[in-house]
């Protein structure tokens, strides 16, 4: 049984930084970030493959995230360099056994955490 459990999230200043880890998950072949806003669909932003390393990201936050793992501890992170207030949003992490089809579409994903709040101040 996948259980993720994310983390990190919290109120910044514009041009801020922040990390957020899902972890305690059990192995799956790709974990991913989205987040959703509002009455705002949710939206892919970035992807992990846990056995190659390879990643893939959102435009919108290409240059600034960057996602990893730690492969002993089974924990994913995103960590989020000069934020901005467009990035405020709900973050989720999710995963799935599976490779093929679009990484940000989240209905591929089968499991998913709780999310946590990521709010980014002008």
């Known amino acids: 049984q996948v259980q993720l459990v994310e983390s990190g999230g919290g109120s910044v200043q514009a041009g801020g930084s922040l990390r957020l880890s899902c972890a305690a998950a059990?192995?799956?072949?790709?974990v991913a970030w989205f987040r959703q806003t509002p009455g705002k669909e949710r939206e892919g932003v970035a992807v992990?493959?846990?056995?190659?390393?390879?990643?893939m990201y959102a435009d919108s936050v290409k240059g600034r995230f960057t996602i990893s793992q730690d492969n002993a501890s089974d924990t994913v992170y995103l960590q989020m360099n000069s934020l901005k207030p467009e990035d405020t949003a709900m973050y989720y992490c999710?995963?799935?056994?599976?490779?093929?089809?679009?990484?940000?579409?989240?209905?591929?994903?089968?499991?998913w955490g709780q999310g946590t709040q990521v709010t980014v101040s002008s």
């Open positions: 999710a995963a799935r056994d599976s490779y093929t089809g679009f990484w940000y579409n989240s209905a591929l994903y089968e499991y």
């Open positions: 059990a192995y799956t072949y790709s």
């Open positions: 992990i493959y846990t056995g190659s390393g390879g990643t």
